[in-house]
C-alpha cells in the first residue's frame, strides 16, 4: 500500500457456508521496494516516488485440496479472489513453467526481432505476447506457476518490477508462483542503476525477496535464505537453486563474468564443497525416497544451442554468460534420478535429453534419461541457435523443427517460434502408475486476410514427453 494503514484479509472456504475469519496485516515499510534517483524522471503518475508499504499475513487452519475465497480490504480499496490448496501425495498436480518475461515498461511497442537470418520483427510486441502467454496460463488452472528467472528486465528497477506485478496481479491472486534467480534479477540496471556492482546486484536481489516468501534453505549465510529452496507438491518435487555465478571468478566455471565476490552481495557457490551444493545432495536424496517425480530449476540452461551455449569467456566463441559451466552438475542429478531440468536464458525453445549410460556406465541409473528444457520465451526474446554452440542432446529446437507455414495469401497459419510456457500433468495412467506428461505449449498469433492478428490460440509443439514412475 501507498499509505502505512493496516488492512484486512477475510477469508471462508469456498461453498460460502464455512466460518468467515478476519486477519489484520502489520504494515511494514518496504525500503527495498523504493525507485533509484535515476528512475524519477521516468515515473508515471500512478508510480509515487515515496516507499510503500508491505503486508504480510498467513492463512492457518487451512484444509487440504480446497478452495477459499478471500477479499483484501485496504484504505477503503476491496479485492477479492479464490485459491485453492494443495493436496494430498495422492492428487494429481498440473504445473506450468516458463523463463525470461524480463518485464520493462519499454517493452511496449517493441516487438522482438523473429526469424533467423531474415530482418523481422515479431507479430505482437512483447507486452502483448506475456500478456497472452499469461492468458492461456490462468485458462489452465494450474496448482502453480514456476519461473525458471529472469522474471524482469533489471532487478535493480523498480519499474521494471511494478510492471511485472501488473501483468501478474490476475494470475497471482489465485495460482502460487515459485520463482528462481535469473542473471536479470542480478543486475542492478543500466548507467547510474549499477550494472553487476555489488550494491546495484544487491538491490536488485533485495526487491526480489521483498516480493516472494519463500522456503527456508537452512543457510548459514543469512543474505542467501530464500535464493534456493525446495518445495514437495503432490507426488512432485520441485526444486529450485541459484547458480548465478559460478567460483573462482572469471574461469572456466563461472556463469557470469561481471558478477564477482562471494560474499552478503553476490550470489551463493554451487559447486561441490559449497553449502548449496551439499543443501543440493541432501534435497535430491530425500526427494528421491519421498517423491514420484523430482524436478529441479534453475535459470542457466547447461545444454544450448543458443549464445549462452558457447564456453564461458569473453571474445570470439566465447560468452561471460554462458551456462556450460552447470554441467558439473549433471553427475549429482543422475545420481539422485533427477528426472528433468526446467531452465531459461537463452530465449528459445529447446529440449535435449542426456543419457545416463554417459555418466553412470554400468550403474542402476544407467538407463536413466535427465530431460533438460529450456523455456525461455516467457515473454521477451525469441531466438534461435548461435554459430558455436554445440548440443549433441538436442532432440527438439523450436527454431529447427517447428518451420512456419503460409497460406496461399503469405498469412501464417501454424509453426514458427512463439512466446510460450511448459506444462506439465502429473496424474495416475490406466495401469495405476503414476506419470507426468510435459507438453510445449506455443501461444499462436491468428492473423486474418489483412495481415493484422486478430487472437491466439493455444497450440502445442509437436514435442510430448511422457515420464512414468520407476518400478
Same mark, same amino acid.
Given at each position: 500500500?501507498?499509505?502505512?494503514?493496516?488492512?484486512?484479509?477475510?477469508?471462508?472456504?469456498?461453498?460460502?457456508?464455512?466460518?468467515?475469519?478476519?486477519?489484520?496485516?502489520?504494515? !511494514?515499510?518496504?525500503?527495498?521496494?523504493?525507485?533509484?534517483?535515476?528512475?524519477?524522471?521516468?515515473?508515471?503518475?500512478?508510480?509515487?516516488?515515496?516507499?510503500?508499504?508491505?503486508?504480510?499475513?498467513?492463512?492457518?487452519?487451512?484444509?487440504?485440496?480446497?478452495?477459499?475465497?478471500?477479499?483484501?480490504?485496504?484504505?477503503?480499496?476491496?479485492?477479492?479472489?479464490?485459491?485453492?490448496?494443495?493436496?494430498?501425495?495422492?492428487?494429481?498436480?498440473?504445473?506450468?513453467?516458463?523463463?525470461?518475461?524480463?518485464?520493462?515498461?519499454?517493452?511496449?511497442?517493441?516487438?522482438?526481432?523473429?526469424?533467423?537470418?531474415?530482418?523481422?520483427?515479431?507479430?505482437?510486441?512483447?507486452?502483448?505476447?506475456?500478456?497472452?502467454?499469461?492468458?492461456?496460463?490462468?485458462?489452465?488452472?494450474?496448482?502453480?506457476?514456476?519461473?525458471?528467472?529472469?522474471?524482469?528486465?533489471?532487478?535493480?528497477?523498480?519499474?521494471?518490477?511494478?510492471?511485472?506485478?501488473?501483468?501478474?496481479?490476475?494470475?497471482?491472486?489465485?495460482?502460487?508462483?515459485?520463482?528462481?534467480?535469473?542473471?536479470?534479477?542480478?543486475?542492478?540496471?543500466?548507467?547510474?542503476?549499477?550494472?553487476?556492482?555489488?550494491?546495484?546486484?544487491?538491490?536488485?536481489?533485495?526487491?526480489?525477496?521483498?516480493?516472494?516468501?519463500?522456503?527456508?534453505?537452512?543457510?548459514?549465510?543469512?543474505?542467501?535464505?530464500?535464493?534456493?529452496?525446495?518445495?514437495?507438491?503432490?507426488?512432485?518435487?520441485?526444486?529450485?537453486?541459484?547458480?548465478?555465478?559460478?567460483?573462482?571468478?572469471?574461469?572456466?566455471?563461472?556463469?557470469?563474468?561481471?558478477?564477482?565476490?562471494?560474499?552478503?552481495?553476490?550470489?551463493?557457490?554451487?559447486?561441490?564443497?559449497?553449502?548449496?551444493?551439499?543443501?543440493?545432495?541432501?534435497?535430491?536424496?530425500?526427494?528421491?525416497?519421498?517423491?514420484?517425480?523430482?524436478?529441479?530449476?534453475?535459470?542457466?540452461?547447461?545444454?544450448?544451442?543458443?549464445?549462452?551455449?558457447?564456453?564461458?569467456? !569473453?571474445?570470439?566463441?566465447?560468452?561471460?554468460?554462458?551456462?556450460?559451466?552447470?554441467?558439473?552438475?549433471?553427475?549429482?542429478?543422475?545420481?539422485?534420478?533427477?528426472?528433468?531440468?526446467?531452465?531459461?536464458?537463452?530465449?528459445?525453445?529447446?529440449?535435449?535429453?542426456?543419457?545416463?549410460?554417459?555418466?553412470?556406465?554400468?550403474?542402476?541409473?544407467?538407463?536413466?534419461?535427465?530431460?533438460?528444457?529450456?523455456?525461455?520465451?516467457?515473454?521477451?526474446?525469441?531466438?534461435?541457435?548461435?554459430?558455436?554452440?554445440?548440443?549433441?542432446?538436442?532432440?527438439?529446437?523450436?527454431?529447427?523443427?517447428?518451420?512456419?507455414?503460409?497460406?496461399?495469401?503469405?498469412?501464417?497459419?501454424?509453426?514458427?517460434?512463439?512466446?510460450?510456457?511448459?506444462?506439465?500433468?502429473?496424474?495416475?495412467?490406466?495401469?495405476?502408475?503414476?506419470?507426468?506428461?510435459?507438453?510445449?505449449?506455443?501461444?499462436?498469433?491468428?492473423?486474418?486476410?489483412?495481415?493484422?492478428?486478430?487472437?491466439?490460440?493455444?497450440?502445442?509443439?509437436?514435442?510430448?514427453? !511422457?515420464? !512414468?514412475?520407476?518400478?
Amino acid at each position: 500500500s501507498n499509505g502505512p494503514g493496516a488492512g484486512t484479509v477475510t477469508f471462508r472456504d469456498g461453498d460460502g457456508e464455512g466460518r468467515a475469519r478476519t486477519i489484520e496485516s502489520v504494515p !511494514v515499510e518496504a525500503k527495498a521496494l523504493g525507485y533509484h534517483p535515476a528512475e524519477m524522471k521516468d515515473l508515471s503518475d500512478d508510480e509515487p516516488a515515496s516507499l510503500p508499504f508491505r503486508h504480510e499475513v498467513r492463512l492457518a487452519g487451512l484444509a487440504p485440496d480446497t478452495s477459499y475465497k478471500y477479499s483484501v480490504l485496504q484504505n477503503g480499496d476491496k479485492a477479492t479472489g479464490q485459491f485453492h490448496t494443495q493436496g494430498t501425495k495422492d492428487c494429481p498436480v498440473r504445473f506450468i513453467v516458463y523463463a525470461d518475461s524480463e518485464t520493462e515498461p519499454e517493452s511496449t511497442g517493441k516487438p522482438a526481432p523473429w526469424g533467423g537470418t531474415a530482418n523481422r520483427s515479431y507479430l505482437v510486441d512483447q507486452t502483448t505476447g506475456y500478456c497472452e502467454n499469461l492468458k492461456v496460463m490462468a485458462r489452465r488452472n494450474p496448482d502453480f506457476v514456476a519461473i525458471a528467472g529472469d522474471l524482469v528486465q533489471s532487478g535493480g528497477e523498480q519499474r521494471d518490477w511494478d510492471e511485472f506485478w501488473r501483468q501478474n496481479s490476475a494470475l497471482a491472486s489465485s495460482i502460487p508462483i515459485f520463482p528462481a534467480l535469473g542473471n536479470h534479477e542480478y543486475y542492478g540496471g543500466p548507467g547510474e542503476l549499477g550494472h553487476y556492482g555489488p550494491a546495484g546486484s544487491e538491490r536488485a536481489v533485495q526487491k526480489y525477496k521483498a516480493y516472494f516468501d519463500l522456503p527456508a534453505n537452512g543457510a548459514t549465510n543469512k543474505a542467501h535464505l530464500e535464493r534456493y529452496y525446495t518445495v514437495a507438491y503432490g507426488p512432485v518435487s520441485l526444486v529450485v537453486l541459484d547458480l548465478n555465478n559460478g567460483y573462482p571468478h572469471r574461469s572456466p566455471r563461472d556463469t557470469n563474468w561481471s558478477l564477482a565476490g562471494e560474499g552478503n552481495d553476490s550470489a551463493p557457490a554451487w559447486h561441490p564443497g559449497s553449502p548449496q551444493y551439499d543443501w543440493l545432495e541432501e534435497t535430491l536424496a530425500l526427494a528421491q525416497k519421498e517423491s514420484t517425480f523430482t524436478f529441479v530449476m534453475f535459470h542457466d540452461c547447461p545444454y544450448s544451442s543458443g549464445i549462452h551455449g558457447l564456453p564461458p569467456g !569473453v571474445g570470439s566463441g566465447r560468452n561471460n554468460l554462458s551456462g556450460v559451466p552447470v554441467r558439473a552438475l549433471t553427475p549429482l542429478f543422475m545420481k539422485y534420478g533427477v528426472d528433468a531440468l526446467l531452465t531459461g536464458h537463452d530465449e528459445m525453445y529447446e529440449h535435449s535429453a542426456v543419457p545416463g549410460e554417459e555418466l553412470l556406465p554400468g550403474g542402476k541409473l544407467a538407463n536413466h534419461v535427465l530431460h533438460v528444457f529450456d523455456v525461455g520465451v516467457g515473454g521477451d526474446g525469441l531466438r534461435g541457435p548461435f554459430d558455436g554452440a554445440v548440443n549433441g542432446y538436442r532432440t527438439f529446437l523450436a527454431h529447427a523443427d517447428a518451420p512456419e507455414v503460409y497460406d496461399q495469401n503469405g498469412i501464417l497459419v501454424d509453426g514458427g517460434k512463439h512466446y510460450g510456457h511448459l506444462e506439465v500433468n502429473v496424474a495416475r495412467n490406466p495401469e495405476g502408475r503414476w506419470q507426468a506428461r510435459m507438453d510445449m505449449v506455443y501461444v499462436f498469433p491468428v492473423s486474418g486476410k489483412d495481415g493484422h492478428v486478430s487472437g491466439f490460440e493455444r497450440r502445442l509443439y509437436k514435442d510430448s514427453t !511422457v515420464l !512414468v514412475e520407476r518400478q
